[in-house]
């Protein structure tokens, strides 16, 4: 469990503090718009009603206590960059903050963030490439080059193990999963073989994935 402080309460920043709760995290949230609060208060710890470019207001919280400190603001990025600058003069030991352009991101990074993260244009990849090819059902990111892919298992596939398709060799892409009826299996063996059931959790670089399953 983590000690964490949110600050900016708007759709990105309330779904951060129900996940974070989901997970079991202590959380203080901040915010300067008293609905904004009340509308987080079941899935927070603590939460209070401020200005975070104040200084005096961000140091009455004890900084130095929070495991992270997450900069949700998405309206006002002059508050989102005073708001980081604060915190890491303050002490915070990890400040994550919301951009929405690189331009933002350059900025951020200058003036105390340690990770930037991008919400719109991260969901915005994630849907081009999980909805324009027909069978991707989800995607996860690791960098500009390499990703997790899950996808059903090919028909060809059908009644082979994963040893006799052998794809690390052939296309340099790693089989790190696979599905049956909603049940994950992370401990592989070559003798796995595939069913019509079967999705698959692959990982390697986006082109080998895309040569090796035509998307």
Same mark, same amino acid.
């Given at each position: 469990m983590k +000690?964490? *402080?949110?600050?900016? *309460?708007?759709?990105?920043g309330k779904h951060i503090a129900m996940h974070l709760y989901q997970l079991g995290?202590?959380?203080?949230?901040?915010?300067?718009?008293?609905?904004?609060?009340?509308?987080?208060?079941?899935?927070?710890?603590?939460a209070q009603i401020g200005d975070s470019t104040d200084a005096d207001?961000?140091? +009455?919280?004890?900084?130095?206590?929070?495991?992270?400190?997450?900069?949700a603001?998405?309206?006002?990025?002059?508050s989102s960059l005073e708001t980081t600058s604060l915190l890491k003069e303050l002490g915070a030991k990890l400040v994550v903050s919301r951009a929405a352009r690189d331009v933002q991101k350059k900025f951020l990074l200058r003036n105390g963030a340690d990770e930037v993260v991008y919400p719109e244009r991260q969901l915005a990849k994630w849907t081009a490439i999980r909805y324009s090819?027909?069978?991707v059902l989800d995607y996860i990111e690791l960098d500009e080059d390499h990703a997790v892919f899950e996808i059903p298992?090919?028909? +060809?596939?059908?009644?082979?193990s994963i040893g006799q398709i052998d794809i690390r060799k052939k296309y340099n892409v790693n089989i790190i999963?696979?599905?049956?009826?909603?049940?994950?299996?992370?401990?592989? +063996?070559?003798?796995?073989?595939f069913t019509?059931?079967?999705?698959? *959790?692959?990982?390697g670089e986006n082109k080998d994935i895309q040569k090796c399953f035509h998307i």
């Open positions: +000690s964490i *402080l949110l600050i900016g *309460l708007g759709r990105f995290h202590q959380v203080m949230a901040v915010d300067h718009v008293e609905e904004r609060i009340e509308t987080v208060l079941p899935f927070v710890t603590n207001f961000l140091e +009455s919280l004890g900084i130095r206590n929070f495991d992270v400190c997450i900069v603001i998405g309206n006002n990025f002059q090819a027909d069978h298992v090919p028909k +060809s596939w059908i009644g082979r999963g696979v599905k049956e009826h909603g049940k994950l299996k992370l401990s592989l +063996s070559p003798d796995v073989v019509a059931e079967t999705t698959i *959790l692959v990982l």
